[in-house]
């Protein structure tokens, strides 16, 4: 595959997955994502690799967990209610310092929800999949080609920091098509995994993975470690792109598939006159904070737009410390919100129809 | 092209993301501007997302008779057949039956006897631009892999290779030599290219002419 293919996102997700390196999928079934597990069972027997239906959620992430304590690159995926089920498996893996990569396609919520695309899993992603004190990784990409470079990309960062890695895509941008090609990504130094449970082979000690810390000292120690590690994290991954912000009165922040009909209306607006401008996070965390911090200094009003109830309004109030208003437009449930209605709310907060 | 098909009901099978309904939504379109009683039926069980029915208004208001599941585009996640699919086999419409990508053609299988006392037609959609199919082999144990699945047999390829709106005469005519050397292998004859009308300057015949039936989001 040299040149360039046409390709739905979810089909990238497993060809970006195996050439980072990656022989193990395990994942169970969901609408939207089902393209990925049957291009992965296709594919991977092809190259040498591992792709199973494990019995549950549930299952496949702990079997995430075990390959990856046995130092092999390892992923799952799944979509809204699927990843609810994979959270405390998340949770362990955190606990046990493993890396990992974790797809969720997102659609409509709570409960069972629908099967149109979403992006109302923002806050369990970014705050709180699995319990306690814990970050992870996570990127959202806003184009196929985008979930090409930040897949291997995943794998990279779940590597150097021994974190998960969440890739929060959507259904829409799982199920369309467009020109992908797979070129060469950021190249890092990749640490040796000198933890991993996979035979000492008598040369050293026994390695253990575990997440259970009996006293309450050495708990503490282990998640403060962890927490320098979300420093550098915080310092060094931040990733975000910007359109046509350099003069904007208002600035819409969106990602993932959103950002892209934002910009249609940053566009139309444009046209009529008004200032308009993008920022789009990559990174929801490490979120972009200074770089929104500094576009406040700038900017007359901010407008987040999601598909969802607006779960990242309060990022963008306290990254620019409340300094300018913040308004919100979305479309929840698997509505698609189009760009004529988030320029009627450009339009708005304009003042007015021009 | 019309005139090639000599049965009345025409079957748009392939594999995934060859461009099925984009084929099948314009053909039906062409047969109705031809003066052509039209039926289209969506029989894809596999596909949650753009579907024949996101053309479903545009397709009613040219006269054609659209059958959809029910489930369409809607958050019901349980593929269904309607009923109303048997009057396909009846009346004398010009029916296009848009099928599903891969083990999507197994939707057919149940009708074997009706397609072929009706008598049909199915063209096998192909695409170079998508994995897994872009080899010759793969091409080939694709259409075999539906004709058995359906227990129907492809009548004519078609060529719809494309890469949206990059596509270049290049990457037609790369996808043009892939189907005449299936066609060749296999002995079902080729029937032509597909191509959108947007993609300027490639000066290539389209058995019809291509309009993007897919929803555009942005």
Redesign the interface.
Known sequence: MGEKMLMKGNEVIGEAAIRAGCRYFFGYPITPQTELSEYLAKKMPKVGGLCLQAESEVSAINMVLGCNAAGERAFTSSSSPGISLKSEGVSYIIGSDLPCVIVNVQRGGPGLGGIQPAQSDYLQATKALGHGDMHFIVLAPAYVQEIATLMGEAFDLADLYRTPVMLLADGALGQMMEPVDFTAKKERTLPEKTWAACGHVNKREHNIVNSLYISPEVLEQTVLDRYERYKTIEENEVQYDEYMTEDAEICIVAYGITARIAKTAVKAAREKGIKAGLFRPITLWPYPKKELAALSEKVEKFLVVEMNMGQMVDDVKVATNCRKPVEFFGRTGGVIPTPAEILAKIEEMNGGAN | MLNKLKERIIIICGH??AGKTNVAVNLALFAAEKGKKVTIADLDVV????RTADNAKELREKGIRCIIPQYA?T???IPSIPAEFLSVFHGDDFSVIDVGGDDGAIALSVYKEKFESSGYEMLYVY?A????T?ELDEAEQSLRDIEAMSRLKVGYIINNT???E?TTAETVKKGEEICKALSERTGVPFLGNTVFKTVKGLDIDSVIPMDNATKQ??
């Open positions: 995934y993301g596909n949650p997302y753009f585009n958050n019901v996640d695409n631009c998508r994995p897994l872009a494309n890469l949206g990059e989001l942005f």
